[in-house]
C-alpha cells in the first residue's frame, strides 16, 4: 500500500505547474558554472553563491535586461499554465 501511495503521490506532483524564475536566478544559472572553474571558488556554495551576488550588483540595467526578458517570459508561462489549469 505505501509502494502505490508514494508512485501516486510522484506522479501527482510531477504535475505541479513550476513557479516563474527571477532574471537574479537565471543570471545564477549561467554565471554558476563559470565561477565554479574558477580555482578560487572550487565548489564552496557559500563562496559561489557571494560571488554571483557580487557579479549581479556590479551589473549594468543593460546587462540585466537580458535576465528580466527571461523572467518575464518565463511569468507569461506560468500564467498560460495556471489558466489551464484551472479549466
Do not use: C
Not at 19 to 39: K, L, Q, W
Amino acid at each position: 500500500i505505501i509502494y502505490l501511495y508514494t508512485r501516486l503521490n510522484k506522479k501527482i506532483m510531477s504535475y505541479r505547474i513550476r513557479r516563474p524564475v527571477t532574471a537574479f536566478f537565471f543570471y545564477m544559472r549561467t554565471v554558476s558554472i563559470d565561477i565554479r572553474e574558477d580555482p578560487r571558488f572550487g565548489y564552496d556554495h557559500s563562496h559561489i553563491f557571494k560571488e554571483v551576488v557580487r557579479r549581479w550588483e556590479n551589473l549594468s540595467e543593460q546587462e540585466r535586461e537580458k535576465f528580466k526578458i527571461m523572467h518575464r517570459e518565463d511569468v507569461a508561462r506560468y500564467r498560460r499554465e495556471k489558466s489551464m489549469e484551472t479549466e
